[in-house]
């Protein structure tokens, strides 16, 4: 009897293995050398305070405060605080950076230390409100707050850990009644490893877009640094679902391609026991295994792999990591069932979204399928044509056994595990992967979701992304366009400096985490409407379709 | 008509400054550039953690608590802590310096930072009991808590801020659920610029003398840092007082005479504009005034010289320090009145104790006389004995009004002020003048106020010691002994590894800061009995009068 098509995909995963001997659960040296070896210089930039301000309550604003400014930054060094004052300094934008400041005594030498608490805000309700009681369930160490005490006034200080932030609010919680203190040279030192600024959007562009797509470009420079952080203060770690829209984002405007050539290592010297890639990996002190996998992720490294190659050209690369992207395959590939679908176990996780009750058979299996054909696509600038015979065929089984399952056809729409689920996320997955018959079939699959008041909505820029991406795979320039103004659109009316981890316009003090504070406020994968603008045209003014949007 | 003593005295103090070019209100290069050429190497020792102990309450103890070992500190790499947990190690005495300690995720990489609340105690206090709600009026700045925030683990970490500890609690304020943490490698690493550890007192000495010995010479160490500190937990600063008693104790011990130098040139070079030094400065971050005067630490600068001069030989010094001298007794011989009296205004601070409503003008006069013989016997050493010639009279003349102004006869001890207090220290002072005609009235004085219950008794260790140098000044050896028995003995048996800055037997949670946990408990001044035992013959096993006490 033939073998199965999995059958061959799971006997392949295995002897490919053996053949390249590429191990899998130990690190693997030649790849992380590779990466450490890719380290990028860090650019500093000194910021002043631009003015000293106030948080004001704004119910009408998302995020429910809005800063007005008191003073001057200037002013600062003017000024004398004691133990009990509080005030808020205001860089101006935001960052990823070290805090400095030359801290002397007034009206008297300083007889003992003082005691400091400082918060760093990259909103204003971080600075606004108090970040305790904490009701979140991730842990409390990443709130952004530093409690230091100075011996010795005056002292030059500079704060050895990184924060992101606009914001901070200085509390002088102890010193002797004797003396003030007085706050000078006070600067935010940001470091990124965007060495260049790309020019702006031409003036033709309407304002909005050119806004949007700068604070993109903030966004992605605050977590361009050693790696691609998907946050600067959240959870500073190299995720691949980020990396993938970060890399895109990145070959548009600062072209820190060996960045991401590092972190296609770096994900590639620390292989699971299974041979799938981590969903993130961390960069410090050495190294290291996150111990979470992501199906979905793992299925993305390809991808990002295939666009890194066709960005830069880097065939060289790109053969040298074909092993560990066709692991990621043959892996996936022999999880699916005899009838070559994907459903979520609950034992791996896909992440998918992190919308509440979200049914992720469906976008995973469609994420499977997305790869596969950018497996081909890679293999066929690399020049492995013998791989195209085998995942070829693949593809077309994948998508008509998807159809076959997950199309209900009554309503037009696909659907996800045994409730028949809806959801955003899903009919963008089907799109990309190519799976509807035609783009009519796709056109309606995402509006019936994006109308439908049952359906799951998307509660992250990262599938707001991949809805606006599909938008534009099967011709709905116009609804893309709409999608980001009212998307990222509003996290700017809400005076977003940066995109942010988490935003769901109808409810917009919605956490992931329990809690706000815990929120990321410049993340990684809401950084893509600048790639959309710039690669995809999205919003170019000489489109007709978008001037109507 | 002639000119008076004290009009003589106040001009000559102008003259003086003139003659000698000696500027006042600003610093002294020259002094300045000698202390600083005389900054002293710190030694340092690591000491590992001898155990894990628990807090005990144990209300017989002055202090109320009591340690209990649960394990030896080798146990510690192998214990795991978690979010909310706490324990406390003990380094098995006390140390000035710094912590280190490697801390390693278990069970799960680290996928958030850690947050840890170190504090630091010196005794069991410090640790078993909260230091907040904080009722001090010292600021809490000073409390020795630090909260951290570790980003990247395992990460070895030597916290950059010296503190003074045997114990530190370590709580783990905030970590993600899925790690744990080892705490490896945890070490003390104590500082000291006491480079050589003196031969024990011989086994005839009694036990207890020995161990006051012992601990006493552990407050010196730990407060001999690059100079004479008061407390290495507070406040770090070199005040003349503290440094008298240090420098005696440091000649019978460590002999680091050159640390006394730098301090004598410290204060030199940092004179006040009238002309007296600071009762204490700062060394950091540059030698810097403290807008304190002390008039009896101005006359004790006087004492320290001589002394120094004295145990070292180094006329040199004495010579070019001797304006400064001589300026501090000009200066305080221009605040006596006509009858050559001193008299506290309460404009200028006099210190004496920290004893609540004690009248300071009797003691306060009793330390300048004290500082006028001193000075005689130094320009003798010098050989500057025109000088001689100038203040022997005075202190004759001093003296004499002394006794008539102050000596009640009928109770046979000398009266402070115009309520006519009576206080131990007003004695002490006394005796130490030589202003009592002979011994008999010498021990009369001290035996009334030390047993009249409405006479000011001492709060510090300070006055304690002035009270045995006294005795032992005026052939009551054996009070003296019983003194530092019942006294530092009683430090002792309430646990002390270095004895404390406040410590009243009567009333032990007392503290002249509101909060004993702003209390230092390992304080210059306290650190005198082996100075007394090793110099004074305090003690000494041959001695018959001792071995009745």
């Not at 910021?47 to 009408?60: I, K, Q």
């Amino acid at each position: 009897m033939k073998p199965s098509p999995e059958e061959i995909a799971r006997a392949n995963a295995i002897e490919e293995a053996k053949r390249i001997n590429l191990p899998a659960g130990e690190p693997v040296p030649a790849f992380l050398q590779k990466a450490q070896a890719l380290i990028p210089a860090l650019v500093e930039r000194r910021l002043t305070v631009r003015s000293l301000v106030e948080a004001l309550p704004r119910p009408d604003l998302p995020l429910r405060f809005a800063m007005r400014a008191l003073a001057d930054g200037a002013e600062l060094p003017q000024r004398e605080w004691r133990e009990g004052d509080v005030f808020i300094v205001d860089f101006g934008e935001h960052l990823a950076g070290y805090l400095s400041f030359r801290v002397s005594p007034t009206g008297s030498v300083a007889d003992s230390p003082i005691r400091l608490r400082l918060t760093f805000g990259e909103v204003p309700t971080d600075v606004a409100e108090p970040l305790y009681p904490y009701h979140g369930w991730v842990s409390a160490a990443w709130l952004p707050d530093e409690v230091i005490t100075i011996d010795d006034l005056p002292s030059e200080c500079r704060l050895p850990r990184r924060h992101a932030f606009r914001y901070v609010k200085v509390e002088v919680l102890a010193a002797s009644r004797r003396f003030g203190v007085r706050f000078e040279q006070m600067s935010a030192h940001a470091v990124t490893s965007a060495a260049t600024v790309p020019p702006s959007l031409p003036d033709s562009y309407p304002e909005w877009i050119r806004r949007v797509d700068e604070v993109s470009q903030h966004t992605l420079r605050d977590c361009l640094q050693t790696c691609f952080e998907d946050g600067p203060r959240r959870d500073r770690r190299l995720w691949v679902g980020d990396l993938r829209l970060q890399a895109l984002a990145n070959y548009a405007t600062f072209g820190a391609n060996d960045v991401v050539k590092r972190c296609l290592y770096l994900f590639a010297g620390l292989p699971r026991s299974d041979g799938l890639v981590n969903g993130c990996v961390y960069e410090r002190p050495v190294p290291t295994y996150a111990d979470t996998t992501t199906l979905d992720y793992a299925a993305l490294y390809c991808v990002t792999l295939q666009e890194y190659v066709a960005a830069t050209g880097d065939v060289e690369c790109g053969r040298d990591l074909w092993p560990v992207a066709r692991r990621q395959i043959d892996c996936l590939l022999a999880r699916l069932d005899d009838t070559l679908m994907f459903h979520d176990s609950g034992e791996t996780w896909c992440f998918i979204d992190w919308a509440f009750g979200l049914d992720k058979s469906a976008a995973t299996h469609a994420v499977i399928v997305f790869a596969l054909r950018r497996m081909v696509t890679l293999a066929a600038a690399l020049g492995v044509s013998g791989e195209i015979a085998y995942y070829q065929p693949l593809i077309e089984k994948m998508c008509a056994a998807a159809r076959e399952q997950l199309f209900d056809a009554g309503r037009g729409v696909y659907t996800s595990g045994p409730a028949h689920q809806v959801s955003c996320a899903t009919q963008a997955w089907m799109v990309l992967a190519g799976i509807p018959e035609n783009a009519a079939v796709a056109q309606a699959a995402l509006r019936y979701a994006l109308s439908d008041p049952a359906a799951i909505r998307p509660i992250t820029p990262y599938v707001y992304h991949y809805l606006a991406e599909a938008m534009l795979a099967c011709g709905m320039q116009a609804d893309a366009l709409q999608l980001v103004r009212s998307y990222w659109g509003a996290m700017l009316d809400a005076g977003a400096d940066t995109f942010w981890e988490a935003f769901d316009p109808l409810d917009p003090l919605t956490s992931p985490y329990g809690d706000i504070h815990a929120n990321s406020y410049c993340h990684a994968w809401s950084c893509s409407p600048t790639w959309l603008f710039r690669d995809c045209g999205l919003g170019a003014p000489g489109d007709n379709k978008l001037e109507t949007a």
